[in-house]
């Protein structure tokens, strides 16, 4: 499907690991939102303002931090390429880089680990990615061109 995906694939949207730990003292409470393209950062920047403007009581309970990783592979400033974003991004051979928005938890030890079960599952911390990208999303599809 290498072919397929360069041609059409538009944005890859990765909500990797992110719902926070529930345990705050232990484990934080910080969601990473990233992207490799300017257009995509301002515009899920400023969903991520309205959220903490409508949302406060939930919003406050995390820091929701989000950045712009435009290099290219390897780079200091390039996306990581240590998850399932990482061929979406720079192995498409497009000769361009992927666009991608990726949303990365607070983490803990137990991830990809038999610990990593339901009772570390935050529903709340999803929720925060899940609305500002999924509000994204939603203005993407009315906008072809994007």
């Given at each position: 499907?290498?072919?397929?995906?360069k041609r059409n694939l538009r944005l890859y949207i990765n909500l990797d690991m992110n719902h926070v730990d529930a345990d705050f003292a232990n484990r934080g409470n910080s969601l990473t939102l990233?992207?490799?393209?300017?257009?995509?950062?301002r515009?899920?920047?400023?969903i991520k303002k309205e959220y903490i403007s409508t949302y406060p009581d939930i919003a406050?309970?995390?820091?929701?931090?989000?950045?712009?990783?435009?290099g290219d592979k390897g780079d200091k400033?390039?996306?990581p390429y240590n998850?399932?974003?990482?061929?979406?991004v720079y192995d498409l051979g497009s000769g361009a880089n992927g666009r991608a928005v990726v949303c990365y938890?607070?983490?803990?030890?137990?991830y990809h680990t038999y610990k990593d079960n339901m009772e570390r599952f935050n529903e709340e911390s999803l929720g925060v990615s899940v609305t500002i990208y999924g509000t994204y999303l939603?203005?993407?599809?009315?906008?072809?061109?994007s």
């Open positions: 499907m290498k072919d397929d995906l990233f992207t490799n393209s300017m257009d995509d950062y515009n899920v920047e400023s406050n309970r995390y820091e929701i931090r989000m950045s712009a990783l435009l400033d390039g996306m998850s399932d974003h990482g061929p979406f938890g607070s983490g803990s030890w137990e939603s203005a993407l599809a009315y906008n072809i061109d």
